[in-house]
């Protein structure tokens, strides 16, 4: 692709993103069902199918690392980590409404884990649920644990903008790009000024966004 025409793609795709928020559909909600007792090798301890269920999964064996995450929360219901690693692969395959019942499940056992309620807020986000996924996501920006926030506020910027909350989507753009300078927080940024009528900002924001974008692609000939 020529430069000219790389610019053109990025130009009428931020176009595009101005227009509205662009989240994936409600998902039809979904039971997480844990395995049946008698399930082969349910009794093996907890720990050994949490390494062996890391190794599939890093091996890309995706179905076959969902099961052993299962089983290892079967032999142990109150295993964070694992709760937390199967909730990872639900979202891997954007299976939403898994990821957000099996982190949620985490997080009723360990409310203090940052990790767990962002993936919990992200996942209410893409599902379209945007008052309880800002709920949750605010709720990881108090725990103030030492994270980066920067796809917490990025996250909970797209919910304000979907709930019109405008002033909230700007002031959560500019916290994401403190912390990390991306283009899709100045398009964010962007759309959130033109939904306010300020042009001339929003305009800005959007050249920036159309820079970065075309950096990261000269970067990747």
């Not at 090798?41 to 890391?54: K, N, P």
């Not at 199967?86 to 203090?112: H, P, S, V």
């Not at 910027?157 to 283009?183: E, I, N």
Request: glycine share 6%; hydrophobic share 45%; proline share 3%.
């Amino acid at each position: 692709m020529n430069r000219n025409g790389g610019r053109e793609r990025l130009t009428a795709l931020l176009l595009g993103l101005m227009v509205g928020l662009v989240i994936a559909p409600a998902a039809r909600a979904e039971e997480w069902v844990e395995p049946a007792n008698n399930r082969p090798g349910a009794t093996r301890r907890s720990g050994d199918l949490l390494e062996r269920a890391q190794q599939l999964s890093a091996e890309g064996q995706v179905d076959a690392a969902i099961r052993e995450y299962q089983i290892a929360i079967q032999a142990d219901p109150h295993h964070v980590e694992a709760l937390y690693q199967l909730a990872n692969l639900f979202a891997r395959l954007k299976r939403w409404a898994q990821t957000a019942a099996t982190a949620e499940k985490a997080y009723k056992i360990d409310n203090r884990n940052a990790d767990v309620q962002a993936l919990w807020g992200h996942a209410l986000l893409r599902m379209g649920r945007h008052p309880e996924a800002i709920w949750v996501l605010e709720g990881v920006v108090r725990l103030n644990s030492g994270r980066s926030l920067a796809q917490v506020y990025y996250d909970l910027g797209q919910a304000c903008f979907a709930m019109k909350w405008l002033d909230r989507s700007v002031d959560y753009a500019l916290r994401h790009l403190q912390l990390k300078d991306t283009p899709q927080g100045h398009a964010l940024l962007a759309r959130s000024y033109l939904a306010q009528g300020h042009r001339e900002k929003a305009l800005s924001e959007l050249q920036r966004s159309v820079h970065l974008y075309e950096q990261v692609e000269d970067a990747q000939r």
